[in-house]
């Protein structure tokens, strides 16, 4: 079935996506040059802009459309020192690596593995300098820059990386592989790492720029029914 969709904001998107998945060919259609509607990012006369929010506030809504193609959208780690298969880190508490002098790359905790020293991570403006709202922080600690975790630092950089408790530990910059073997069992990832590190698959300035409205859920009872609209802006 070939279906269109007008528009490439977060709900032309997701809507795209829901029916690619179900086997539709699907077409896209965008006025501008590049995806995300008001949350595009556009580059003028040699300076960058955002043309609306660009705040990831409900992430588990955007992990969704990920999972309809086995996809996830979450950075991901090797870890290793002594102790790594004791050391916690507590989820959405902050973590980060010091790439190179002056800069630091900064990290929001999805969830961590004792026994592969995976760590899950996720990043967006609340750790470049922003609040969740995209409102910008006098004399952020790590500046405005987005630095991705890495296993190419540079002079003053540094693999360690410091949990919440136990010892610090390090990007495994040694591993390049989807799998680890522990105690002759082979633990597939899910994920390919190059240097210790499996990058994201939502890229920056890839169109992948979505905001999430965060609204208070509402108590309903089950007799209650909801309308959902489908609105195509032109």
Same mark, same amino acid.
């Given at each position: ?55 990831? *506030?409900?992430?588990? #809504?955007?992990? %969704?459309?990920?999972?309809?193609? =086995? @996809?996830?959208?979450? +950075? ?88 919440? *408790?136990?010892?610090? #530990?390090?990007? %495994?910059?040694?591993?390049?592989? =989807? @799998?680890?073997?522990? +105690? ?51």
């Amino acid at each position: 079935m070939n279906s269109i969709i007008i528009g490439s904001g977060f709900g032309g998107i997701a809507a795209a996506l829901r029916l690619r998945a179900k086997k539709h060919k699907v077409t896209l259609i965008e006025k501008q040059p590049d995806l995300g509607g008001r949350a595009r990012v556009f580059k003028k006369n040699g300076f960058t802009f955002d043309g609306g929010p660009t705040v990831i *506030t409900a992430p588990y #809504l955007i992990n %969704e459309l990920f999972e309809l193609f =086995n @996809k996830k959208s979450e +950075n991901y780690i090797k870890l290793t020192g002594v102790g790594y298969s004791e050391a916690t880190f507590n989820a959405d508490s902050f973590v980060t690596q010091t790439v190179g002098l002056g800069s630091t790359a900064v990290g929001r905790v999805v969830a961590y593995e004792q026994i592969t020293g995976v760590l899950k991570l996720w990043q967006d403006r609340s750790t470049a300098g922003f609040t969740t709202v995209g409102a910008a922080v006098t004399n952020p600690t790590y500046g405005f820059d987005l630095n991705r975790f890495t296993a190419g630092i540079t002079t003053g950089g540094s693999y360690n990386i410091v949990p919440t *408790t136990g010892n610090t #530990l390090a990007i %495994e910059t040694s591993f390049t592989d =989807n @799998k680890t073997v522990i +105690n002759n069992r082979d633990y597939y990832l899910g994920q390919d790492f190059t240097l210790g590190v499996a990058q994201p698959e939502v890229q920056k300035y890839s169109g992948n720029i979505i905001h999430v409205d965060n609204r208070p859920s509402v108590t309903r009872s089950s007799s209650q029914k909801e309308d959902v609209k489908i609105i195509l802006q032109f």
